[in-house]
């Protein structure tokens, strides 16, 4: 038998076979669903009941409420009391509101296990590669399947490795990396396709900012995402109450990938995704954004502890900006509880930062702090398509949370490496 | 609503990476009434495409149509505008699979990309799998029989509840 990748090894034991071979479209079982406000009861709760059958396994079905939450507007909250209403009457024992961002809470809240499927009725849930598993979205019409059955069809899909050697250079983290990679590969680079990422820069960032690759994995227009399990994935899972009932895969040394990118790191610059596309990216030396109004922390790509770290190392002892506002919003309660704790949060406050509900807000265009017309803004999210944060006039542009911390500083998007050494 | 076997009609030519934040902005994604999704597709394309959509028009796109977000309406909103089909080079997974779930046809066939000009006559069968435009003919794969069964159906909830019909009756209707 040829090798095998590990989206395929992945693919073949959710579907009970020996091996599955690219391009077959089998039916697996998934390991957990997930569903949120936006994209969930709202949408789905009347088909779903108009079915008559009951949830596969509870146990396996995390509801949350992060889109939409705090709402701002009527529709907003009668959205709320649907995805509420739904919890009650079904009586699931995994619904979060308002404790975070979905994709982050199915990490830190063990629901994601190395070598499993989960589907999502998010496009970022290709966030479950930093830890293994396959993530992947489906929309909510297609989840009622996944609810009522536990299973879904997949094409097994080819898959591209990129690998970044090298050390990390000071100033740059994963959003760097993988906005790199957005450049040279394209919005449409990974259609149908599994990103598999490596080499010795991505293993030596923590998970969380693995996860940013992962997360991001979706704007390559990829199926799913996976990076290798080592110990630092051991001991996030260990955090995360996960301790056995899983199985890593590897993609064998013989498998064949679709494409393969190398990429040395070692003199890499912070990236910027200028407006108005995630794959406009350039080296922020070349970046002149004029003033900025706003700069903002937050989403589930950006706002995790490792995000807010790197936002402190930069800010710690300065101010925002006048003229500039910064927005923070942690990606969990969790992580904005650690973050007060260890002291990672006060000083980004004590700069000038408006702190902001731990739910996805303007990175979905919903709730405090949207950008208005002919506004200019930088963000550690995940998207600057016109409109994605507010007004279809604004101008976005993305990076770091670093990157955003000392764009705040100086008014302007800006090298985090003049305030780090 | 099923997928017609035999149509035609004007093509909306588009280009590359047409993202779901311009074919269904963020901004109306609480609504999911047809008849209002209707009224805000393309927007982000200006008035220039979002007008010129009737009932019958046949969207051809580049690569990696439907790219961004997961949310449904991006093909809700295209089918409820009465739009048979969409041709493409590609199609964005997420997009592809909820259109497949909404009961919307598409087709991905470069070469008819290439050679449909914008507004000229498309006409598509399914059943030999052919596209017929500006004295042209162009194959194209035809889709899986049990995704083509969904789309037949109106969508997966119309194909769900067809399969608990047709268990009922295998049991003897209780």
């Known amino acids: 038998m040829a090798g095998q990748t590990a989206a395929q090894k992945i693919i073949a034991r959710a579907s009970g076979r020996e091996s599955v071979g690219i391009g077959e479209i089998v039916w697996a079982k998934v390991d957990a669903q997930l569903m949120h406000d936006n994209q969930g009861p709202y949408r789905m709760g009347k088909d779903f009941k108009s079915l008559g059958l009951p949830i596969w396994d509870k146990n396996k079905f995390v509801l949350t409420a992060d889109h939409h939450n705090p709402p701002t507007k009527d529709a907003q909250t009668k959205v709320l009391n649907i995805t509420r209403d739904f919890a009650r009457e079904q009586e699931l024992p995994h619904f979060y509101d308002g404790e975070g961002i979905c994709h982050i809470l199915m990490a830190e809240r063990g629901f994601v296990r190395p070598g499993g499927i989960l589907t999502g009725t998010d496009s970022h849930t290709t966030n479950a590669g930093a830890l293994g598993a396959m993530g992947i979205a489906v929309g909510p019409t297609e989840s009622i399947g996944v609810l009522t059955t536990g299973e879904v069809w997949l094409r097994v899909p080819e898959t591209i490795r990129i690998d970044f050697n090298g050390k990390m250079p000071l100033g740059t983290w994963g959003k760097d990396l993988v906005l790199l990679a957005l450049k040279d590969i394209g919005l449409d680079g990974a259609d149908y396709q599994v990103l598999e990422w490596g080499g010795e820069a991505v293993m030596s960032l923590s998970v969380e900012d693995r996860m940013t690759l992962t997360n991001m994995s979706t704007e390559f227009a990829a199926k799913s995402a996976l990076i290798e399990v080592d110990e630092k994935t051991e001991a996030y899972l260990r955090e995360a109450g996960v301790e056995d009932g899983w199985e890593a895969q590897t993609t064998d040394p013989d498998a064949a990938y679709a494409a393969r990118h190398d990429y040395d790191v070692s003199n890499l610059s912070p990236q910027i995704a200028c407006p108005h596309r995630m794959d406009n990216v350039f080296p922020v030396e070349e970046v002149d954004s004029g003033p900025i109004q706003r700069a903002h922390i937050g989403s589930c790509t950006g706002a995790k502890l490792a995000d807010l770290r790197a936002a402190a190392s930069v800010i710690k002892g300065r101010k925002v900006a006048l003229g500039t506002q910064l927005l923070i919003a942690p990606a969990s309660k969790a992580i904005m509880n650690k973050a007060w704790e260890e002291g990672t949060l006060g000083p980004i406050i004590e700069a000038g930062g408006v702190l902001l509900p731990t739910t996805c807000g303007i990175c979905t265009g919903t709730g405090l702090g949207q950008f208005g017309p002919g506004e200019v803004g930088i963000s550690s999210a995940n998207r600057n398509y016109k409109g994605r944060m507010g007004s279809i006039d604004a101008s976005i542009y993305l990076g770091s949370a670093a990157t955003v911390a000392a764009s705040a500083v100086k008014g302007e998007v800006a090298d985090p490496r003049e305030f780090l050494t | ?174």
Not at chain 2, 99 to 110: A, K, Q, Y
Not at chain 2, 149 to 157: N, S
């Open chain 2, 1 to 174: 609503m099923a997928a017609a076997t035999n149509f035609s009609g004007p093509a909306l030519k588009l280009g590359d990476d047409i993202n779901t934040d311009v074919i269904y902005p963020g901004r109306y994604i609480l609504i999911y009434e047809p008849g209002e999704m209707k009224k805000h597709l393309f927007e982000g394309l200006g008035e220039a495409v979002a007008g010129r959509v009737r009932p019958g028009s046949i969207i051809v796109a580049g690569e990696d149509f439907g790219c961004g977000s997961s949310r449904e309406q991006a093909a809700g909103a295209i089918q409820a505008a009465g739009v048979p089909a969409i041709i493409a080079k590609s199609f964005a997974r997420i997009f592809f699979r909820n259109s497949v779930n909404h009961g919307l046809l598409l087709i991905t066939c470069p070469s008819a990309v290439d050679a449909i000009s914008d507004g000229a006559e498309v006409a598509v069968n399914i059943r030999s799998g052919e596209i017929s435009a500006g004295g042209g003919t162009f194959s194209f794969p035809p889709l899986p029989d049990f995704l083509m069964e969904i789309i037949d159906a109106g969508g997966l909830v119309a194909h769900g509840k067809k399969i608990i019909a047709a268990r009922k009756a295998a049991r003897g209707g209780k």
